[in-house]
């Protein structure tokens, strides 16, 4: 009889060869092994998962689109960006994951986010799959013309890969109503179809759902505040730093004050601000949602409480609690080592994998409670789906009872997570907990699928 090989070792050759197959793709390589070195004990405990393909299908984008997109500006002159759309996997339903329009955006990126979006939407426990777009364009400093002309100029071509019931996009970083509003017209004077549920993060009065902006930053609150009770803690009077100054970062900076939090700062690529007296949100979100602002800004109108580092670095702030809400990679090895020398009970990530591996390592050797994206920040996705019932059913439900479902869905992925590592044998690790109970409920899909 033949043995079986043992599954660290097939992990290990599978991620050699995604590296291999995926060149100069480093932020993909850094997910797909933080999601492989956490499932030997899932594969020795299920020999089903074991057989021959079914991680190397999971690791391999079902379909991965790139395409130009040609724009003229106010001047006439003409501009050509890449878009791409990662369409991951679908065996929990259409793919589901936001559109990316920033300089950044390259094939690796989009892949690595795709592939964290199939495992947090299989947490959310909704019947959705995992997908992620987007574009090298910059909306930054671009008039409300030239954002038009460039978003029907990406839905001319994407139109022909997405559907209610094939691939659903919403908004990421640069993404947001008024974007989704141009592409959703476009999609609509091409298709001539009034398909509610092709994009989500419309706004409220035509199909959208009260509390999506808010959901990834209360949802992220919300799994913190889960994580330190079941340290016999809660938020009231915790000091937290929050990094970013965009949607995630304000909607964070709202929730952690409603529950008794002081959040003392926010940020951007020039600097940090730090408020002693706690963030001023009304302040902050004119500046940043009506100006179109700097945090320097900010402090310069606070007044004597706040203050703007240039170029500095918002974990040196002591907090309680850490809210990574920026982008990828912000946390490293020696903020998380800075974080625990100033006490730091808890980190939860607001961003997709904003804490490098090093710096994830440092925080749970420590004994901090770490929340990882793929679970801390599902809020967004899991009010995307709701946002999706709704249109199907040709209604729109209440702000409160938008905000209880998402609670509801928040405390039970914090608890599937928290069972699964117990269950696994790495209790209060959050990771592994989110890895393998994403990964199980994928893996049972694929199997009763078939091959495909």
């Not at 197959?21 to 020795?44: G, I, K, S, W, Y």
């Not at 009231?236 to 990094?243: F, L, R």
């Not at 990530?349 to 925080?363: C, Q, S």
């Amino acid at each position: 009889m033949t043995s079986r090989p043992d599954p660290k070792t097939s992990l290990d050759l599978l991620r050699s060869e995604i590296e291999r197959r995926n060149p100069a793709e480093p932020e993909f390589h850094q997910a797909a092994r933080e999601v492989l070195d956490t499932l030997a004990p899932v594969l020795a405990a299920r020999p089903e998962y074991a057989e021959p393909g079914l991680v190397a299908r999971l690791v391999e984008p079902e379909r991965q689109i790139l395409f130009r997109v040609p724009w003229q500006d106010d001047q006439g002159r003409v501009h050509v960006n890449r878009g791409f759309r990662i369409e991951y996997n679908s065996a929990l339903g259409p793919y589901k994951g936001g559109l990316r329009f920033h300089p950044s955006v390259n094939l690796g990126i989009i892949k690595f986010l795709g592939f964290e979006q199939i495992f947090k939407n299989a947490l959310t426990g909704l019947g959705i799959g995992g997908g992620k777009g987007g574009s090298d364009f910059d909306p930054q400093g671009r008039s409300d013309s030239e954002v038009m002309r460039f978003c029907q100029s990406f839905m001319t071509e994407l139109h022909r890969h997405i559907g209610e019931y094939t691939d659903v996009p919403a908004g990421d970083i640069g993404v947001g109503a008024r974007e989704i509003g141009y592409l959703f017209g476009q999609y609509r004077r091409i298709t001539n179809r009034w398909e509610g549920g092709v994009l989500t993060g419309k706004s409220a009065g035509w199909g959208g759902s009260l509390i999506r902006p808010e959901a990834t930053g209360y949802g992220n609150v919300l799994f913190a505040e889960a994580m330190l009770r079941e340290r016999g803690e809660d938020l009231e009077g915790q000091t937290a730093v929050v990094s970013g100054s965009g949607n995630v970062a304000i909607y964070t900076i709202q929730k952690l004050t409603a529950l008794g939090a002081n959040p003392v700062t926010c940020s951007d690529s020039g600097g940090y601000v730090v408020d002693e007296k706690g963030i001023d949100l009304e302040l902050l979100r004119r500046i940043k949602e009506v100006e179109r602002g700097r945090v320097s800004d900010y402090a310069e109108r606070r007044g004597a409480s706040a203050r703007f580092v240039p170029d500095g670095r918002v974990w040196d702030v002591p907090a309680d609690v850490a809210l990574p809400s920026a982008t990828q990679n912000e946390l490293n090895a020696a903020d998380a080592a800075t974080l625990v020398r100033n006490g730091v009970k808890a980190v939860s990530e607001g961003a997709n994998m904003p804490t490098t591996p090093e710096a994830v390592d440092l925080l749970q050797q420590a004994g901090v409670a770490f929340g990882p994206g793929k679970a801390a920040n599902a809020g967004g996705v899991a009010v995307s789906a709701l946002e999706m019932t709704q249109n199907a059913a040709r209604t729109s439900w209440k702000a409160d009872q938008v905000e209880d479902e998402l609670a509801r869905i928040m405390t039970d992925i914090h608890t599937t997570c928290a069972e699964t590592a117990e269950r696994y044998g790495a209790p209060g690790d959050y990771v592994t907990g989110a890895n393998i109970a994403g990964f199980e409920r994928v893996a049972d899909a694929m199997l009763a699928q078939g091959v495909i």
